[in-house]
């Protein structure tokens, strides 16, 4: 499997913006699909956004449309996520994952995952 890194957690204000970025052990992540999931204390993951592995393709939780970016390039073996008009309710350690070929929604789909990084938005 993959092994991912991800990064670009912090601290931001309410409406500020943030870009977390996930980097891939190898080109290898060219097959794959990369989605962003998140996990507030006491609350079960939650999907942010997926794209599939040709870049074709992007998919977004309803709490976050319109407001976050999923991007990928495969020539750096990563993926990114923008993140504008932050709000408190984003607070949360962001999670990249990877699966062979397209994105889904689901937590258990993916086999490989980031360590995490924490976004904590103040109001």
């Known amino acids: 499997q993959v092994q991912l890194e991800d990064s670009g957690g912090g601290l931001v204000q309410a409406g500020g913006s943030l870009r977390l970025s996930c980097v891939a052990s190898?080109?290898?992540?060219?097959?794959?699909?990369a989605a962003w999931f998140r996990q507030a204390p006491g609350k079960e993951r939650e999907f942010v956004a997926g794209?599939?592995?040709?870049?074709?393709?992007?998919y977004y939780g309803d709490s976050v449309k319109g407001r976050f970016d999923i991007s990928r390039s495969n020539a750096e073996n990563a993926a990114y996520l923008q993140m504008n008009s932050l709000k408190p309710e984003d607070t949360a350690i962001y999670y990249c994952?990877?699966?062979?070929?397209?994105?889904?929604?689901?937590?258990?789909?993916?086999?490989?995952w980031g360590q995490g990084t924490q976004v904590t938005v103040s109001s």
């Open positions: 190898d080109r290898t992540f060219r097959s794959y699909a």
């Open positions: 994952a990877a699966r062979t070929w397209d994105a889904t929604t689901i937590p258990n789909d993916y086999r490989s």
């Open positions: 794209i599939n592995w040709n870049g074709f393709g992007t």
